[in-house]
């Protein structure tokens, strides 16, 4: 009684014009609202219950959408490379949009657009389809390991090929020596990439950009702020790029290096020194001279170079040079047949060339400026079509995208225009999270890649020369299968890492690897073609 006399003071005090007559009145309403939030609140409360149960009845089907909601999500295309959804004259900024608004619409609506046929996800030819997977896919995989298996007749002629593995009671299947390359130094080149980016950072710290603005007459502050934070950050990268790619290719080839290094001296040469007109036939001559020179001349060891200069003196074998160039040769760095990698770098040394030879036509004034198009804004058409600014054809930059680290073993091939303009200006296409799922997606295939080579011993068999009588033809046609496989893994596999490294450090190269191998069944052409196509795509960009 002294609480509900309480309330109706206050109440009395707050609405001091209603009488005291009023009171009774007044605190009964005050009973019907208690009882009223009474029931409220046990209603909410069995209503939340009800909530919870309901929740914890769908909580596994929400584990299972989610999960299918972010499988769909990493194996798309826009992960894998925007370029395959994004048009390439489409700029970054409305690409974006355009996504967006492509998530959305995916998300609100199921209905098949553009006069598109339904889903037959649930009808009886679809259901065939599952029947002839369930029971063929595992049919396959389990005829390829049978024929791995220590109990078959022929494991004791290709055992030796074999190497001790990570899961227990299997050996692996080490026996290619292109991927054992890559697979044995897989662990130190992954802590390449860790430091790496830290060292970028470590140089960003001790030579920040410079800060200094000074507006453009031609532009307002904004665009002169721009434009200036662009070139500091240019300037930054590149000078790191040049002074890491020197010492990443010395501890790679040792004093091999020094080869390198003149082989892109004289290609640089030919671009700068030559008349015009001469320029593409001296550069496509050069280097598949090069090319062939390479492979004949064994990369040039140094006691061979000795013993030349030796007789063209009239020396003879002499024995201070011999011992000199065998000295040379012992310091071959971590990978000494340079000549087998340099392979990719041609590709890099003839777009230096043509992109300056294409952009001598360019010399009345920038393109950009022409077309008042925003440099931060450009598409993938107007990064590689547009030439880069004569100042930047220098041999500092020249070395800093030939022997750019995160490419230069494997590639992909970015154009010496797109290069430059990455430099100045992040791709909106490099975030976090796609960069994080890339990098899942690579374990992934890495992972089954693993599994494929301690279960699957297919290129320790054909390694063997085995008796093919002992197999049926659905294993030989397993065999053959499960190593074509195995071929197109061990190319991709090493080109994604690489290109992962370049999209950790801010660089966005094309993706190689357009199609899987079952798609590409109709034989080397078609494959071929498939891996080809970045490189002539951009190659006609540059033409347009």
């Known amino acids: 009684m002294e609480a509900q006399g309480s309330k109706s003071w206050i109440l009395a005090n707050q609405v001091p014009r209603l009488r005291q007559s009023d009171w009774p009145i007044r605190t009964a309403s005050i009973h019907l609202c208690q009882r009223a939030q009474g029931n409220l609140r046990s209603g909410a409360t069995s209503r939340r219950r009800d909530l919870e149960q309901q929740s914890f009845s769908f909580t596994d089907v929400d584990a299972k959408m989610s999960l299918l909601t972010w499988l769909r999500r990493l194996y798309s295309l826009d992960i894998l490379d925007t370029r395959f959804t994004v048009s390439a004259t489409t700029p970054p900024n409305l690409a974006a949009s355009q996504n967006h608004t492509r998530t959305q619409d995916a998300a609100t609506s199921k209905q098949p657009k553009n006069g598109a046929s339904p889903p037959r996800w649930n009808t009886p030819e679809f259901y065939i389809y599952y029947v002839v997977f369930i029971v063929a896919v595992p049919l396959m995989f389990k005829t390829a390991i049978d024929v791995s298996q220590e109990s078959h007749p022929t494991y004791s002629k290709y055992s030796e090929l074999l190497s001790p593995g990570w899961i227990p009671g299997r050996k692996v299947d080490n026996s290619d020596a292109q991927y054992a390359s890559f697979r044995d130094n897989v662990r130190y080149m992954a802590i390449l990439v860790v430091f790496h980016p830290l060292l970028r950072r470590l140089y960003n710290i001790l030579f920040p950009c410079k800060s200094s603005v000074s507006s453009s007459s031609k532009g307002n502050f904004a665009s002169g702020q721009t434009a200036a934070a662009a070139r500091s950050r240019f300037e930054q990268r590149v000078s790191f790029d040049y002074w890491f790619s020197l010492v990443f290719l010395a501890v790679l080839h040792g004093f091999s290096a020094l080869k390198v290094l003149g082989i892109l001296f004289i290609n640089f040469n030919i671009a700068k020194r030559f008349p015009r007109s001469y320029i593409p036939a001296a550069t496509w001559i050069f280097n598949i001279g090069i090319l062939f020179a390479n492979e004949l001349l064994h990369g040039y060891k140094y006691t061979s ?12 074998d002499d024995g201070n040079l011999l011992t000199w160039g065998k000295w040379l040769d012992s310091w071959g760095g971590l990978v000494s047949r340079w000549e087998v990698l340099f392979n990719i770098t041609v590709l890099r040394l003839i777009s230096f060339n043509l992109d300056y030879y294409w952009s001598l036509d360019n010399r009345a004034g920038s393109p950009v400026e022409k077309k008042q198009l925003d440099p931060s804004n450009l598409s993938e058409r107007d990064r ?57 997606r690579f374990l992934l295939t890495l992972l089954c890649m693993e599994l494929i080579l301690h279960y699957i011993y297919v290129v320790a068999i054909s390694k063997s020369s085995p008796d093919w009588s002992v197999y049926t033809p659905f294993q030989l046609s397993m065999l053959g299968y499960f190593n074509l496989h195995i071929i197109w893994l061990k190319l991709l596999i090493p080109w994604r890492f690489f290109r992962l490294w370049a999209l950790i450090d801010g660089i966005d190269p094309p993706e190689n690897m357009l199609a899987p191998l079952i798609q590409s069944m109709g034989g080397t052409i078609p494959l071929c073609s498939t891996w080809g196509q970045p490189k002539r795509k951009q190659s006609q960009s540059s033409r347009i």
């Open 305 to 316: 170079i000795a013993t030349s200069i030796g007789s063209a003196l009239g020396l003879g």
């Open 384 to 440: 590689i079509a547009t030439p880069a600014d004569p100042a930047y054809f220098n041999l500092r930059n020249y070395f800093s995208y030939a022997l750019y680290s995160p490419l230069y073993l494997a590639g992909p091939i970015l154009t010496f225009n797109d290069y430059i303009h990455q430099q100045h200006y992040q791709l909106h296409s490099i975030s976090k999270i796609r960069t994080l799922l890339y990098g899942i």
